[in-house]
């Protein structure tokens, strides 16, 4: 399938490494430009070279603290004079901290705050004016999402937020020939998942192999999702082949979640 990828001027953030790499990559390799973000130079230079060399692409990368909206804003602008606009978002950012209600303190509910559903609402303030019709917008939240875990308070809260301004989003920017989808990652092998397979096995007193294997059993398909994986559904919901798709949620878990 062409998905119609070719030429279009991409953004995605948090993209020095886990899922956002995976997008870029994915992207870059269905020829668009891609602009990447991440508060750590090294990292996002770095990734942009390895994105590049791998698809022939052209990759940008710019330094941007999602948890600052003024980052955000200078990203956003940035990253549309150097493509000469923006065609594609994905207001990716890294996750809050484990732990459940009784854990977290007031410094680490405003932390998830700022790194979580600020930084999707500012991401969203300052790409708008960037997008036109036949743009799209794919935000990337958790299971989470839809089905809080205790130990993943934070996450449960604020990217529940994110879905809603999503769905809210795909509603007001419809007349304008925007659309704005929901992407859900199940257990997918990431840095990400890994430490937080590391801290629920310190909490339980095991290892992180035993923590992994029982996860995976609760898994119809049996395993951890591959980020290519995810990152092809995310190419998908941002290309032309689903151009009559928008308000839409799609889980990409290897069928964990079993809600209706």
């Known amino acids: 399938m062409d998905l119609g990828l070719s030429g279009k001027r991409a953004l995605v953030g948090a993209a020095s490494t886990g899922l956002g790499f995976a997008i870029a990559m994915e992207l870059a390799g269905e020829g668009c430009q891609v602009t990447i973000g991440s508060r750590h130079a090294d990292r996002i230079n770095a990734a942009a070279t390895s994105i590049a060399e791998a698809t022939g692409a052209t990759v940008r990368a710019l330094v941007c603290d999602v948890t600052v909206d003024d980052s955000i804003r200078s990203f956003v602008d940035d990253a549309a004079e150097l493509m000469g606009g923006i065609d594609l978002v994905v207001p990716n950012a890294g996750g809050p901290p484990y732990g459940t209600f009784a854990d977290l303190s007031t410094e ?8 979580t559903l600020a930084s999707a609402v500012s991401f969203s303030r300052h790409a708008r004016p960037r997008l036109g019709a036949g743009g799209a917008m794919l935000f990337m939240t958790s299971v989470s999402s839809r089905e809080p875990i205790g130990t993943l308070f934070l996450s449960s809260v604020y990217r529940a937020g994110v879905a809603a301004l999503s769905k809210a989003l795909a509603t007001e920017w419809a007349p304008a020939g925007i659309r704005v989808n929901h992407l859900i990652p199940g257990r997918i092998s990431t840095e990400r998942v890994a430490s937080l397979d590391e801290e629920t096995a310190r909490r339980r007193g095991v290892d992180a192999a035993e923590v992994r294997r029982t996860s995976e059993a609760a898994i119809p398909l ?37 809600g209706i």
């Open 108 to 115: 680490q509910w405003e932390q998830g705050y700022r790194l």
């Open 222 to 258: 049996g395993r951890y999702g591959k980020p290519a994986e995810y990152a092809r559904a995310a190419a998908f919901l941002l290309s032309d082949a689903a151009s009559y798709i928008t308000g839409a949620t799609l889980q990409v878990d290897g069928g964990m979640l079993h």
